[in-house]
T-cell receptor, first 117, second 114 residues
Framework: NAGVTQTPKFQVLKTGQSMTLQCAQD?????MSWYRQDPGMGLRLIHY???????DQGEVPNGYNVSRSTTEDFPLRLLSAAPSQTSVYFC????????????????FGPGTRLTVL | GNSVTQMEGPVTLSEEAFLTINCTYT??????LFWYVQYPGEGLQLLLK?????DKGSNKGFEATYRKETTSFHLEKGSVQVSDSAVYFC?????????????FGKGTKLSVKP
């Protein structure tokens, strides 16, 4: 298994440009999430999904869109990039909790480092 | 609200020194607690977890005990190695909150010198 993969690894954008950060997992996990990591801030949740066709906002959703058309993929879209979106972005996935295993491990991708000029 | 507070870094230790990274939390209900580690240039990996009070999580020589009375989950290791140099994140998961997504502390960078 490749686990959680993210592309690209690095990206530089100009203010106002749009782009999509790709995330895919091959573990058949229902739950997927996007976090951003900023110095001194830890990781903050942007958007998450509990299954294909279902998404919801996290702590810092403004400026980002997501969709989940398949179990495997969960792309993050920046519609009009701003310097405040310069960050490292992590995608994560895990199995849906069950009565037997309510605290499944969350697996993280290697991250995408985005710079907005 | 729910939050995690970690000791500020960076922490610099010599090889074989004792490590403690403090973590305290605020949460409603009974959260699960986690320590994640991020090695340079990589994503986060689960280091250990504890799901109820007095549970002790352990892995790779690291330990942390879920202390409900002090709302703490301090990370300890008796003898650190250079290969332990990384950023360590304490996190909680509140049952039912944001579908169980993690709430992270700000991270503590550990550097171990030979």
């Amino acid at each position: 298994n490749a686990g959680v993969t993210q592309t690209p690894k690095f990206q530089v954008l100009k203010t106002g440009q749009s782009m999509t950060l790709q995330c895919a997992q091959d573990m058949n996990h229902e739950y997927m999430s996007w976090y951003r990591q900023d110095p001194g801030m830890g990781l903050r949740l942007i958007h998450y999904s509990v299954g294909a066709g279902i998404t919801d906002q996290g702590e810092v959703p403004n400026g980002y869109n997501v969709s989940r058309s398949t179990t495997e993929d969960f792309p993050l879209r920046l519609l009009s990039a701003a310097p405040s979106q310069t960050s490292v972005y992590f995608c994560a996935s895990r199995q849906a909790p069950t009565g037997w295993v309510p605290h499944n491990e969350q697996f993280f991708g290697p991250g995408t480092r985005l710079t907005v000029l | 609200g729910n939050s995690v507070t970690q000791m500020e870094g960076p922490v610099t230790l010599s090889e074989e020194a004792f490590l403690t990274i403090n973590c305290t939390y605020t949460a409603t209900g009974y959260p699960s607690l986690f320590w994640y580690v991020q090695y340079p240039g990589e994503g986060l990996q689960l280091l250990l977890k504890a799901t109820k009070a007095d549970d002790k999580g352990s892995n790779k020589g690291f330990e942390a005990t879920y202390r409900k009375e002090t709302t703490s989950f301090h990370l300890e290791k008796g003898s650190v190695q250079v290969s332990d140099s990384a950023v360590y994140f304490c996190a909680l998961r509140r049952p039912g909150g944001s579908q169980g997504n993690l709430i992270f502390g700000k991270g503590t960078k550990l550097s171990v010198k030979p």
